[in-house]
T-cell receptor, first 113, second 117 residues
Framework: DVKVTQSSRYLVKRTGEKVFLECVQD?????MFWYRQDPGLGLRLIYF???????EKGDIPEGYSVSREKKERFSLILESASTNQTSMYLC????????????FGQGTRLTVV | QQQVKQSPQSLIVQKGGISIINCAYE??????FPWYQQFPGKGPALLIA?????SEKKEGRFTISFNKSAKQFSLHIMDSQPGDSATYFC????????????????FGQGTILTVHP
């Protein structure tokens, strides 16, 4: 079974803190994605990576950065957390082939106070 | 700009009834339309997917209907069960997008389905 593992299920951080969300996949997938899930807005793409050290902005990259130093690991970084970044964060991965499905992690619910 | 619009936001159905969730898209380059199912505390998981060369795809109690000319597709859950209670997301992807964008999924807003026993 494909496994996408996010390091934390729940996080509570203070405004202004630097926050790291970690994601690891065990299927040797080329593509990795970070989405944000908010009620009524669905899933919105923050950043994605198609190879080690490669990244591209998604639809809502402002206030976020990412790092992919190894193929299996993709990190989302909130440089200075703000209350409007309180949300559910979902990591996903897929093969680089154009016709494959994306597999999601269980999500990290981040609360910024 | 919301490229995939999903309705309704929430849906309550009695056990044994039919659940119908609708999605409409704008980008005619989309060529892959998956539906994801998400249970509380879990990440979304692929439920069923369709490509625009067919008008319908059925897997068990789940059916996708696709109308290319109207740019709409829908999920039908026959004989709905309490275990189907979850959030459902439609999505779309342009598999032929240039550069590295081909893997990007655009999601609808989600539908919270509750099936009463």
């Amino acid at each position: 079974d494909v496994k996408v593992t996010q390091s934390s299920r729940y996080l509570v951080k203070r405004t202004g803190e630097k926050v790291f969300l970690e994601c690891v996949q065990d299927m040797d997938h080329e593509n990795m994605f970070w989405y944000r899930q908010d009620p009524g807005l669905g899933l919105r793409l923050i950043y994605f990576s198609y190879d080690v050290k490669m990244k591209e902005k998604g639809d809502i990259p402002e206030g976020y950065s990412v790092s992919r130093e190894k193929k299996e690991r993709f990190s989302l970084i909130l440089e200075s957390a703000s209350t409007n970044q309180t949300s559910m964060y979902l990591c996903a991965s897929s093969f680089g082939d154009r016709n494959t499905e994306a597999f999601f992690g269980q999500g990290t619910r981040l609360t910024v106070v | 700009q919301q490229q995939v619009k999903q309705s309704p936001q929430s849906l309550i159905v009695q056990k044994g009834g039919i659940s119908i969730i609708n999605c409409a898209y704008e980008n005619t380059a989309f060529d892959y339309f998956p539906w994801y199912q998400q249970f509380p505390g879990k990440g979304p998981a692929l439920l069923i997917a369709i490509r625009p060369d067919v008008s319908e795809k059925k897997e068990g109690r789940f059916t996708i209907s696709f109308n290319k000319s109207a740019k709409q597709f829908s999920l039908h859950i026959m004989d709905s069960q309490p275990g189907d209670s979850a959030t459902y997301f439609c999505a779309a992807r342009n598999s032929n997008a240039g550069g590295t964008s081909y893997g990007k999924l655009t999601f609808g807003q989600g539908t919270i389905l509750t099936v009463h026993p």
